[in-house]
């Protein structure tokens, strides 16, 4: 009850004072499911299920199905749209430099890595249609990644779980209006919960192969390959950090390596200079965050701003030397510290790149709900010889 009416709240908040177009349509559709599913979650019987489905439903079904008939949505599904197109008869989802040198419209760019434009392939070949929109398809990775993610980690209800996240304002709102952050976050749990998999070996490979897709999506993943490598080297050795090194690497040059050849300038203006602001348009990422209003303040500020991110990558980037994480939950909070600062520093940022520390931190809580609390980690052999590890085999004296 009290997450259904947190989301009630919070989707009234949206309606009565967001100045953005779609946010109040999703928030005047959301609301009064929000409600409605709070008031259900009462019946003790029925009342989780009929939860689920009220705030499913109107929390996301019915307003991205609305707005996805009127094509209304934020801008970066029309750059994903329009990257699919020009990666489908150019081979390069991005504009040339020469283009780009002569515009000032900032959605001309396209700040995304390749396998971005892949959801909007279905609209690029099939034509207008709510089920060829590009978010769902953003949605439906996130939902498959986000519960096989939790699966891995032994997690119990994993659907019931998926349902609820997905449906509550933390993924239901932005997918609702736009949703390209969600695939690379469902693929940053999967990878991490690959290499923590109770009662079993990790999987370094499939890890590697998670997290480099996701890396090949957004830049916004590559502190999870980073600390993921520090993670496996501390605790599983060098050969298992080398293995999912060359997996995620060898999977994002596949990926990424040929529209890199192709027009190897486009891509580091877009995916590179234009989020740091260095290109001569600015981006239309500008919450007003410490990061944004330095760089407002001229040439000093952006390159205060631009230092201090580079700062807190290299102290993140010590702290992985000094002291590794030792286990997945430690190496998740190292993620989202990390995240953290990037979006607060980056001269070009948004409220909304917070849902990558908030859904880390969710999956973190819900993967240590199943049997017995959290999953185990593995750790070194019990000393002694193997006559005394066992506790059935000590004697009461050694005991």
């Not at 939790?150 to 449906?167: E, F």
Request: charge should be positive; glycine fraction near 10%.
């Amino acid at each position: 009850m009290a997450i259904f009416a947190g989301s009630a709240g919070y989707a009234g908040a949206v309606a009565l004072f967001s100045g953005i177009g779609v946010h109040r349509q999703w928030a005047v559709l959301a609301a009064p499911a929000y409600v409605l599913a709070a008031v259900a979650a009462a019946w003790k019987r029925r009342g989780l299920d009929l939860s689920l489905l009220l705030s499913f439903a109107g929390g996301l079904v019915v307003p991205l199905a609305w707005m996805a008939a009127r094509s209304e949505s934020q801008r970066e599904i029309r750059v994903i749209i329009r990257s699919a197109w020009s990666l489908l008869h150019h081979g390069t989802p991005y504009h040339s430099t020469a283009v780009l040198a002569a515009t000032q419209n900032p959605d001309v760019y396209n700040p995304y890595l390749p396998v971005m434009a892949l959801f909007g392939m279905a609209r690029t070949v099939l034509g207008g249609g709510v089920l060829t929109d590009p978010r769902i398809w953003l949605g439906v990775t996130f939902a498959g990644a986000f519960a096989l993610a939790l699966g891995s980690a032994g997690a119990a209800d994993i659907w019931r779980w998926t349902a609820l996240v997905t449906a509550t304002p933390l993924v239901a709102f932005p997918l609702a209006v736009g949703g390209d952050d969600l695939p690379v976050l469902g693929l940053i749990c999967l990878g991490l919960a690959l290499l923590w998999r109770p009662g079993r070996q990790p999987s370094p490979v499939l890890a590697g192969l998670a997290l480099g897709v996701a890396a090949a999506m957004k830049a916004t993943a590559w502190p999870a390959l980073v600390v993921a490598v520090a993670l496996l080297a501390a605790r599983d050795g060098r050969r298992a950090a080398a293995r999912f090194a060359v997996t995620a690497l060898a999977t994002f040059a596949v990926l990424v390596g040929p529209v890199a050849a192709v027009a190897p300038g486009a891509l580091v203006v877009n995916t590179i200079l234009f989020p740091l602001g260095l290109a001569h348009v600015k981006s239309g990422a500008a919450s007003p965050l410490p990061g944004y209003l330095l760089a407002q303040t001229g040439p000093a500020g952006h390159a205060i701003a631009v230092g201090l991110l580079v700062f807190a990558g290299l102290a993140l980037a010590l702290s992985l030397v000094v002291r590794p994480p030792r286990d997945c939950r430690s190496a998740t909070w190292r993620i989202i510290i990390g995240l953290v600062l990037m979006f607060t520093l980056a001269p070009a940022s948004r409220f909304g790149y917070y849902i990558y520390p908030a859904g880390l931190w969710v999956w973190l809580q819900v993967s240590s709900l199943g049997a017995g609390g959290a999953p185990p980690e593995p750790g070194p052999p019990e000393p002694g010889p193997p006559e005394l590890r066992s506790p059935e085999l000590r004697s009461p004296e050694l005991t």
